[in-house]
DNA sequence: ATGAAAGCGCTAACAG
DNA sequence: CTGTTAGCGCTTTCAT
């Protein structure tokens, strides 16, 4: 395998002109960059990612510890790998990918500098992770807003305003019966920031406007969709529904068909979700879009901020659009 | 940031025996042994990442070529990509995701040693990236079975002899007219390997059996599954179903149900997929289970003996078996 | 615009 | 059972 050396040999350069000719970090005569240039291609040199790794502290590496529980919908967490990805890209770094679960081997990548820096997604309520990271010597970043942040950056989606808006926007257009179908319940047990956020939000906007908060938990690998919409549908008389749960978007739509309710005019529906899952056949569900490209991006940008040591990097918290669409009524 | 040197200091030994205690390549008191515990915990010292890959060439990680595309199913890639984690885990590794579409960067990490191995997914046939990875200077695991690897070590499941295995056993119960549900069109278009092996099993079973072969194909994110399935219970009048589409399985289970249909008196059914997705609401299909837990572990094991250097290593076709479940008769 | 040289922190001979 | 030492291949001061 050829090295630097070989190439500056080849190339009849020193070693370090070859090393600055490939970082641009000094400027090289273009007849020199062209030799070095033509020796690389020559001797098919590609440079040693451990050896920059040491030399200069930098793995070109962004961890990312990803839930791997059964719970949360693989299609989103798959989204927002493929949005990290491109992010990352794009500042020449690579994913490397941690179970979330295993808090050891995530707090390990870090403290051996196999990456620059680790971000978190699927964090919960009171996360057994935030103490420890930290006190990591590596930034990390958190993909979700618990309260207590123990001082790390959180990048996320408001989903408070998120649902909060969806209730606004229904109650503007005229329902006053809103019920809520939330996350699966271990999501809501094990306190996925996204899922008690996405919950207050409802809740407050509802109180606010002197409604009443029905929210409703749904496990659709569990239970019977139908079940709970024909259930629904008779107790409470729904006005609207605000679903915020894509594992369960499609059988809803599929229980709502089956019971012959039209969208709007029986029944309006915002979904909080990614916004390639609310296209179901021929209708697309109003929503309030959860922006994965863009969450993706800010978590990158946030990480690589913090590596290049650009001071104090504050939290985001995403603000929510509602795009309406085929299952609300317009308004004028 | 404590380094080896320190604790070498600080244990009052040389900074091999702190190496060789850390490696365990060879033997040390167990006094030394301690005192060296005892300053790594003192010092909180981690070995670098960087300055390991450097002197070992090694870098500890196993690339993962992971496919972004829509239409392979998010699910069964997060449960490969679980299972390629659990299995990298065990050997100490850690795993970098490439995308599996940009083909540059896949060959970079390898000729950059960023990873001691590659492992590709979703390989298609005459796939373009086979033969500049069989070029590549580290080793290269395919995940997939293509009639042309390149020389590449391949490691799948034998979803040729799966389908043919459906087919067979489902003559065996009786039925005649077979029709298989395989996977989405694009999928199929793109000559995924699994795919048309698993058609090529199917076709060549019934043929053998003298069966018609009908196989359809079929996108549920964009036709009706209702539509196809009436369609296909009224022309073909099926006595059973092969089905290898994880996507469609719940919505073919829906509409199957919808039309009165009950298995395995009407209908027999038997699904290709992962365990984990043959149980819908009560009913638990036959299924040729694709053991995707053992694919991985097929998959990192081949690839850490490559990294071993450990001679020739074979390809691997993990042989099918049939699981009786709900939709097929008892045999006797 | 280019060179020389000193590390980065570890592994693994080689030498007892 | 332990120590000495020479790299691994790059980045980055200093010099010029």
Same mark, same amino acid.
């Given at each position: 395998m050829a090295t630097m050396s070989d190439i500056a040999r080849e190339a009849g350069v020193s070693l370090?002109?070859?090393?600055?000719?490939? &970082? +641009?970090?000094?400027?090289? &005569?273009?007849?020199?960059?062209?030799?070095?240039?033509?020796?690389?291609?020559r001797l098919s040199y590609h440079p040693h990612a451990g050896a920059r790794a040491l030399a200069s502290q930098r793995a070109g590496t962004i961890g990312l510890a990803v839930p791997l529980a059964a719970d949360v919908d693989a299609h989103v967490v798959m989204m927002f790998v493929r949005s990290l990805m491109r992010a990352a890209h794009e500042t020449s770094n690579e994913i490397l990918l941690i179970a979330g679960e295993d808090h050891a081997a995530t707090a390990r990548v870090l403290d051996e500098g196999k990456v620059d820096a680790l971000v978190v997604m699927d964090v919960v309520e009171d996360d057994p992770r935030l103490p420890v990271l930290a006190g990591a010597r590596r930034p990390v970043v958190l993909l979700g807003y618990p309260s207590q942040a123990h001082g790390i950056p959180r990048v996320d989606f408001d989903f408070e305003q998120a649902s909060s808006?969806?209730?606004?926007?229904?109650?503007?257009? #005229?329902?006053?019966?809103l019920v809520m179908i939330g996350s699966p319940s271990v999501t809501q047990t094990r306190h996925a920031t996204y899922a008690d956020r996405a919950t207050r939000g409802f809740e407050q906007a509802c109180e606010?406007? +002197?409604?009443?908060?029905?929210?409703?938990?749904?496990?659709?690998?569990?239970? &019977?969709? #139908?079940?709970?919409?024909?259930t629904l549908l008779a107790e409470e008389r729904p006005e609207a529904l605000v679903i915020h749960n894509e594992s369960a978007l499609a059988a809803i739509h599929r229980a709502l068909t089956d019971e012959g309710i039209s969208m709007p005019e029986d029944l309006q529906v915002v979904a909080i979700a990614p916004q390639e899952t609310v296209?179901?056949?021929?209708?697309?569900?109003?929503?309030?879009?959860?922006?994965?490209?863009?969450? #993706?991006?800010?978590a990158v940008t946030t990480a690589t901020a913090l590596i290049e040591g650009d001071g104090v990097v504050g939290?985001?918290?995403?603000?929510p659009t509602l795009n309406e669409r085929d299952t609300t009524h317009r308004l004028p």
């Open positions: 370090s002109t070859v090393s600055y000719a490939l &970082s +641009g970090k000094r400027a090289i &005569s273009s007849a020199t960059r062209e030799r070095i240039n033509d020796a690389i291609t808006l969806a209730v606004t926007e229904l109650h503007r257009r #005229g329902a006053r019966r606010k406007l +002197g409604l009443r908060a029905r929210h409703v938990v749904h496990d659709h690998e569990v239970d &019977s969709t #139908g079940q709970l919409i024909r296209r179901l056949g021929a209708v697309e569900y109003t929503a309030v879009e959860i922006p994965v490209e863009e969450i #993706g991006r800010a939290d985001q918290l995403i603000a």
